[in-house]
């Protein structure tokens, strides 16, 4: 068998090149931005990435008067980790938010404020209880409306992140603004409105599939507290993931038509994109994200539309990361850069270029690291919390699946990919020693001091233990 080969161009350990600053205006360009982002969506599920059914007619439709890019990818495949770098452009040794400290701490310049600073009104309306303003993740908003504390089902408190985003865009505004609307569909339990399901229910598109036992975890089955009565299937479930997107698409759609409507339809950009993706029985790992880094839990869709300043109906193949959506909205507005940033702008790539980045680099809350290169994934298993073990190489474009660990035979080809790794987890050290400084002694924020209602909906969320199973009050 012929060995993988392996090229570099010249990346650096220093992050990402610095992103082109240039001349620019001493405030903004005046433009407006809209960032969508939907939980928990896997790309592969939505119509402008080729998917066969009909979850998505209103994302689908602002890919067609933007940008979307086939290859973007989560940095972190869980929500606080996800936003902390999308909001920051820093990996997670740079800005604190880890395994150990769960919070997002001051010291971090944040987009909205960034944007703040410079005369932006600045919005936000989310559902996931991740994104508590006690966790710093209201850095920089004027206004930051947290649904799960007055909604009670999330069919309810979804439709309430649209009633907010349609109210904004119906003010007159005196200033340019920032508003963030995050919609929690389609994330575990998958509970969507019993018209979506009966849809995709009779379309008959979807295998049922294997039958899949209730487990403890994660793996072999579904978790036994998702567990629906009569609904057995592996189908089933996709069932109700799909029609969640269907449901958040149809909400979305309603906030971009709003902006249609509006004064600010003309100049204002709007980024679609989610925190994650979700593995929907890869590897044996059913309906959750983030416990490895496999695709599934890493590729997120993502666009940016702006008609008359970007291509309309472009596709981008060339891998880019979360991290690089600040340094491009700061590109796009005409805002000088703060320093070291770790992404960079992708407006390039929607001029004709073809490669951003040499490599791209994942973390997890298992103490896992990746890079990618090319068309090459190396990912490595820990021996311990600070010490790097065992490693498994991937084929992406051999093996799409990742099913065929290409490490043992190709550990000579792939060697400076591993010293290329090895080295990033030496800088994250020294990265984490400086967070640590920044803190000055300040205890992370733990999720215990969080409200009940914030509790509350992490529970549901699956991320504090349940107690119940599903269904039971």
């Known amino acids: 068998m012929k060995r993988l080969a392996l090229v570099f161009l010249g990346a650096t350990l220093g992050g990402c090149p610095e992103p082109p600053r240039g001349t620019f205006p001493a405030r903004h360009a005046g433009l407006n931005l809209l960032l969508i982002t939907v939980d928990t969506l896997r790309a592969d599920h939505l119509g402008c990435y080729d998917y066969l059914r009909a979850t998505s007619p209103s994302i689908d439709g602002l890919a067609a008067r933007g940008v979307a890019f086939d290859n973007a990818y989560t940095y972190w495949p869980k929500t606080r980790g996800s936003f902390a770098s999308l909001f920051t452009s820093r990996y997670a040794s740079e800005h604190g938010l880890n395994v150990r400290d769960r919070d997002l701490p001051e010291f971090n310049l944040t987009l909205a404020e960034h944007l703040k600073a410079r005369g932006y009104h600045t919005a936000a309306a989310l559902d996931n209880g991740n994104l508590d303003r006690r966790l710093g993740f209201a850095q920089g908003f004027d206004e930051y409306e947290q649904a799960w504390l007055s909604g009670k089902t999330e069919i309810e408190r979804t439709e309430a992140l649209t009633r907010f985003g349609v109210d904004f865009l119906k003010r007159k505004a ?46 072999g089955g579904v978790n036994r507290f998702l567990t629906i009565e009569n609904e057995n299937h592996l189908g089933d479930y996709v069932d109700r993931y799909d029609a969640e997107i269907a449901f958040a698409d149809r909400e979305i759609g309603k906030v971009l ?19 994650h ?18 695709e599934p839990s890493l590729r997120v869709p993502l666009v940016f539309s702006l008609p008359g300043a970007l291509p309309e109906g472009a596709r981008v193949s060339a891998p880019v990361t979360n991290l690089d959506v600040f340094p491009t909205v700061l590109d796009l507005f005409q805002i000088s850069f703060p320093p070291e940033l770790q992404g960079r702008s992708v407006l390039p790539l929607t001029r004709g270029e073809d490669r951003l980045h040499d490599w791209i680099a994942f973390q997890n809350d298992q103490h ?10 190396l990912i490595a298993n820990p021996s311990t919390e600070t010490e790097l073990g065992s490693y498994e190489l991937y084929d992406l474009a051999r093996d799409p699946g990742e099913t065929r660990d290409r490490y043992a035979r190709s550990a000579r080809a792939v060697g400076p990919l591993v010293a290329l790794l090895g080295s990033f987890k030496t800088r994250t050290v020294a990265w984490q020693q400086e967070t640590t400084r920044k803190r000055q002694g300040k205890a992370a924020f733990t999720d215990d001091q969080l409200s009940p209602e914030t509790l509350q909906n992490l529970e549901t969320l699956g991320y504090l233990g349940r107690t119940k199973p599903r269904g039971k009050k």
């Open 174 to 219: 005196e200033a340019p603004f920032f508003l963030w609307l995050h919609y929690v569909n389609p994330h575990t339990p998958y509970e969507p409105p019993t018209s979506d399901l009966a849809r995709f229910r009779a379309d008959g598109k979807i295998p049922r599939g294997p039958v899949l036992p209730p487990v403890v975890g994660f793996h």
């Open 257 to 275: 038509e709003a902006l249609d409507e509006s004064s600010y339809r003309g100049t204002t950009l709007v980024v679609f994109t989610s925190d």
């Open 277 to 294: 993706g979700e593995s929907l029985g890869e590897h044996d790992y059913y309906f959750d994200h983030g416990s490895d880094l496999f």
């Open 368 to 377: 896992q690291m990746a890079f990618m290169s090319g068309r090459l994934k």
